[in-house]
């Protein structure tokens, strides 16, 4: 009997709490939108009104390519009215809005925001190459980007006035915005020297940009030498100098182009010495050889032109030489080292000494230098026995033979 009367109170309880209202849907909600600019100038400030014909407070979704957000109403005599965060009235392009009630969408649209010609424009521009071939074939590419004060792009169709000058010329062309960008081509000149460019829209202008037309290809040149003495010791400097190098159009080369020269002795061997142009001119330097020789010297501007080829002769620079020998013949002395003018010859001039035995077999080549106009040679007993020896000294192509007979 107690049970049943605990579950009578149990059910009286719960019949009598519930609300009967709560269980009703909401009564259907008419929205209709109050008439605004579906195109909007990024800046503006934009607002949406809608009207409800109950007090009702939805939330307006927006999306655009920046991003989305859902933002409150301002809601006064019955009109409800949204701001739009600046993140999306000043960005140009199109958003999308969806007007959000009890988890529904009662209406939906979208608005177009343009970019803002009436304040200034930013004209972003790139060029490049920065330096150019002469001759009317190469060229920079100006690209321009230009945008609003939001740094939105500016419409597509939109002209941009390039101009260019060269010399006392100034030219002006049209280029025409295309997927937000702007571009031409400033082709070179045949004559060297340096192209100003800049954009231009309505008032506003880029920063001043350069191209600097350089030198084309080089033609064939000429080349000379210059030395004190036409004499092989080994000591003195010769100088190979260019002539002012141009190219077809008459344009000196640029500077710092390097040039090598190339010198072929006697013997096929190859010698090399390189200098970069001042002013269409370059120079080299290279030693005397210590010993006669003929020279065959070419100067090379690498994959681009070369010069005339000039012959450069070197006569022997000793005169004479005495050999002096010891009582034994193992130590043998080079003295009295004259040169062309008869004096002695500077420090370090190479002096070769060739060993061989009765049977003309080489066995030894023995080198040394100059000092205070002589030098000498040691042959030992360890490694020449006692007997009969031929030698060959050589002073810079002067040679002296004799048999000498060791102790």
């Not at 010791?233 to 190979?240: A, K, L, M, S, V």
């Not at 001119?281 to 020789?293: C, G, M, Y």
């Not at 006692?386 to 050589?394: G, K, L």
Request: net charge negative.
């Amino acid at each position: 009997m107690k049970k049943i009367s605990y579950i009578a109170l149990l059910l009286l309880a719960f019949y009598g709490c519930k609300d009967p209202v709560a269980e009703q849907q909401p009564p259907n909600i008419t929205f209709e939108v109050v008439s605004f600019k579906n195109e909007w100038v990024a800046g503006d400030e934009i607002q949406l009104q809608f009207t409800s014909d109950k007090n009702a407070r939805p939330q307006l979704w927006l999306q655009s390519a920046f991003g989305s957000t859902l933002i409150e109403p301002l809601i006064a005599e019955n009109k409800i009215a949204f701001m739009l965060p600046e993140s999306f009235s000043e960005k140009a392009g199109i958003t999308h809005w969806q007007l959000i009630y009890n988890k529904s969408i009662a209406l939906n649209g979208a608005i177009t925001v343009i970019p803002n010609f009436n304040k200034k424009v930013t004209l972003e521009s790139y060029l490049g190459p920065k330096s150019i071939t002469a001759g009317g074939t190469d060229f920079s590419m100006l690209v321009v980007a230009p945008t609003d004060i939001y740094d939105n792009l500016l419409l597509d169709s939109t002209a941009i006035d390039v101009v260019h000058q060269f010399d006392s010329n100034i030219s002006e062309n049209t280029a025409i915005i295309k997927n937000g960008i702007a571009w031409k081509n400033i082709y070179s000149t045949e004559k060297a020297g340096r192209i100003l460019i800049s954009a231009v829209h309505k008032n506003e202008s880029s920063t001043e940009m350069t191209t600097d037309v350089q030198a084309a290809k080089a033609k064939a040149f000429t080349i000379s030498y210059l030395r004190n003495h036409k004499y092989a010791d080994g000591n003195q400097i010769i100088e190979f100098s260019t002539g002012i190098i141009k190219d077809e159009y008459n344009n000196m080369i640029t500077d710092g182009t390097l040039v090598s020269f190339i010198v072929k002795d006697a013997k096929d061997g190859v010698l090399k010495t390189m200098g970069t142009t001042i002013n269409g001119i370059a120079k080299a330097s290279l030693l005397h050889p210590d010993e006669p020789d003929n020279w065959l010297v070419t100067a090379y501007i690498n994959g681009a032109s070369k010069s005339t080829t000039i012959p450069v002769v070197f006569e022997s620079a000793i005169k004479d030489f005495e050999l002096v020998f010891s009582s034994d013949g193992r130590t043998i002395q080079v003295e009295k080292i004259q040169s062309f003018m008869h004096q002695l010859v500077p420090d370090g001039i190479p002096v070769t000494l060739e060993i061989k035995n009765e049977k003309g077999f080489l066995l030894e080549t023995k080198q040394s230098t100059s000092k205070l106009g002589q030098t000498e040679f040691l042959l030992s007993k360890e490694f020449y026995p006692n007997s009969n020896y031929m030698i060959s000294v050589n002073a810079s192509g002067i040679v002296k033979n004799k048999t000498i007979t060791l102790q």
